[in-house]
């Protein structure tokens, strides 16, 4: 028997069979599109195997429903905020960390996962409203942490500053300023509020 | 002639005929009790009529929408932020400015207003949502900000503290609380935030 494999031309096909992390990838992309262009309640587990080039079933067997699918494709889309460079100030270090998290807000997955919540119903809501926390929230305060630390040990921060209150302070801005003033943070935004905030906020006293 | 109006026994009746401002007030006061019950997608202008013991033509005569009632309902009935009183101490006078606005938070209309913004489509939801803002968000942050110049007049308060990003920390804070840790904001939390945000960010350098 020959085994043709390696030498039959096999005709172009635009939907190769792909297994495994490739086509839930492919999946997961697809959904996100879908997210971005027909919204929440306009998406279809129909629709995301027709964007990704397979079958319903392809689609059904890895999440039972649409809420799921969504979930894990705005979870794995949003950008990952793992570690804050040591730049050995605090204002800079917290400015990285803000443009980390901007960037992470108006990601393509940031914009979709802001107006899934509008759309969805209560109890969708909480499990979307988990993956902001989860993914971006809860990482950024636990940065915030570290960082204001490192600035206690080089005798930059005031050491009554590690804090639940004043971790909170970046975030809580962040979103407020978004929903209340639709604030966008340029550059230049975020500066500020650091500088006219976070740096009078942490200094030690009598400097 | 004679004129039996304050002879006769009249018949106790359950539906006083009301005008003007007796009337607007009870279908006010009923369409936020349909809302606190039934929410947004219940709420009916006969079911609010009934609940005030009127008829739907004298709900339609005053306001065209469902829409349109909400929101002056909302607006209506959400406690007014017009003053903070002057303590001498920057503290007192944020902390007595923060008991304001989270009971107006936590009051019968504040809650309505919540559930509400989790029910309506998005057009809606901008109505709605600058109820919050012109009711309750920029009186905070204008009380915030003479506050804030009080303090800097006695030398209790830095002078670059009258900044927009600093006034806006409050509103913030409380507004993040609630939604990503579910905050109650009880008397404690309240002190803690304005001890360990406001006092070290508003004091002078060297106190």
Redo the contacts between chains.
């Keep these: 028997m020959v085994d043709s494999r390696w030498t039959a031309d096999p005709a172009p096909s635009a939907s190769p069979r792909r297994r495994g992390a490739v086509l839930e990838r492919a999946i997961l992309d697809a959904a996100l599109e879908q997210l971005s262009t027909v919204g929440w309640n306009g998406l279809t587990m129909e629709g995301v195997a027709a964007g990704a080039q397979t079958g319903k079933a392809a689609v059904y067997r890895r999440w039972p429903s649409k809420e799921d699918l969504v979930a894990d494709a705005l979870e794995a889309g949003l950008p990952s905020i793992q570690e804050v460079p040591d730049h050995g100030s605090v204002r800079e270090d917290l400015l990285g960390l803000c443009r980390l998290v901007r960037d992470a807000m108006y990601s393509r997955p940031g914009f979709a996962l802001r107006s899934v919540l509008?759309?969805c119903d209560?109890s969708t809501?909480e499990r979307f409203n988990s993956v902001i926390?989860d993914g971006l929230?809860h990482p950024t305060v636990r940065l915030i942490g570290e960082v204001i630390r490192r600035g206690i040990t080089r005798g930059e921060v005031?050491a009554?500053?590690d804090?639940a209150?004043?971790r909170?302070?970046i975030?809580?801005?962040m979103?407020?300023?978004s929903?209340?003033c639709a604030s966008e943070w340029s550059d230049l935004d975020l500066e500020?509020?650091i500088d006219?905030?976070m740096v009078?906020?942490l200094?030690t006293?009598?400097?």
Excluded: F, I, S
């Design positions: 509008h759309e209560t809501a926390l929230v005031r009554g500053a804090d209150y004043v909170d302070v975030p809580a801005m979103m407020y300023r929903k209340v500020q509020m006219r905030v009078p906020l200094r006293p009598g400097e």
